[in-house]
C-alpha cells in the first residue's frame, strides 16, 4: 500500500472495492423463446407448476415439501420465493420465471421493465434477472385507479450461473387515487391455475 493510500485510509476509513455490474435489458433469444413455449405447452409444465402450488399451501400451514416455498408477508408487499434444488431443472427453474411473468400478463399486467445485473460480490458472481409488472390501470371513475393486486415484481437470482431462487412479490400502492388492492391469496390462486 503507498504512502497516499495509507494516509487517505487513516483519515477517511478503508473504501470497499466498487462492485462491477454489467445492467442490461431482459430479451430473450429466439430458441429460448421456442424451447419455452414448448415446456409450456408440455404435461412437464402443468405437473411443476401443479408441485410449486402444492407446496406454496403447505407452507401456509407449515409444512416443509420437496419444492423449496418460501412465505413473504407484510402490510404492504407479500409473495414468494422458490428455492432451486433437484425437483427442477436449470431449464425448467429458468422457464417457472417466464411462466409467472406470462401469467401477470394475462391478468390485466403490462411489463414496465425487464432487465438483468450482473454483480461481482468479489467471492461469487451474482446475476439477477427481473421482470416488473404494473396494472394496466383502468380508472374505476372519480380520478380511482385499479390497482388489481399492487405491482407484480419477479426476479430470478443465480450465484456463479448457479440457479438459486425465484422470488414473485406483489407491492400495494398507497393513496387515494388507487382502488384498495385485492388480496394476495387471490393473485397465488390465478397464477397457479393453468393456462
Avoid at 404435461?43 to 409444512?63: F, N
Avoid at 390485466?108 to 421482470?131: F, H, M
Amino acid at each position: 500500500m503507498s504512502f497516499f493510500n495509507n494516509v487517505v485510509g487513516k483519515i477517511f476509513g478503508k473504501q470497499s472495492p466498487k462492485t462491477a455490474f454489467i445492467h442490461e435489458v431482459l430479451k430473450r433469444p429466439d430458441d429460448f423463446v421456442e424451447s419455452f413455449e414448448n415446456w409450456r405447452n408440455s404435461e412437464a409444465s402443468d405437473s411443476l407448476l401443479a408441485d410449486v402450488e402444492r407446496a406454496y399451501y403447505l407452507k401456509k400451514q407449515g409444512i416443509v415439501s420437496a419444492v423449496d416455498v418460501h412465505l413473504l408477508d407484510s402490510k404492504y408487499s407479500n409473495g414468494f420465493a422458490i428455492s432451486f434444488n433437484q425437483e427442477f431443472s436449470e431449464d425448467s427453474f429458468k422457464f417457472t420465471f417466464d411462466l409467472l411473468k406470462e401469467k401477470g400478463l394475462k391478468l390485466g399486467y403490462k411489463l414496465a421493465s425487464a432487465d438483468r445485473r450482473i454483480l461481482d460480490k468479489e467471492t461469487y458472481v451474482e446475476t439477477i434477472e427481473k421482470w416488473y409488472l404494473k396494472p394496466n390501470g383502468e380508472d374505476l371513475g372519480m380520478g380511482i385507479v385499479d390497482q388489481r393486486f399492487g405491482n407484480i415484481l419477479i426476479e430470478k437470482t443465480e450465484i456463479d450461473r448457479k440457479p438459486a431462487y425465484v422470488k414473485l412479490m406483489a407491492n400495494i400502492y398507497q393513496g387515494r387515487q388507487y382502488s384498495e388492492a385485492k388480496p394476495f391469496s387471490e393473485l397465488a390462486e390465478l397464477l397457479f391455475k393453468s393456462i
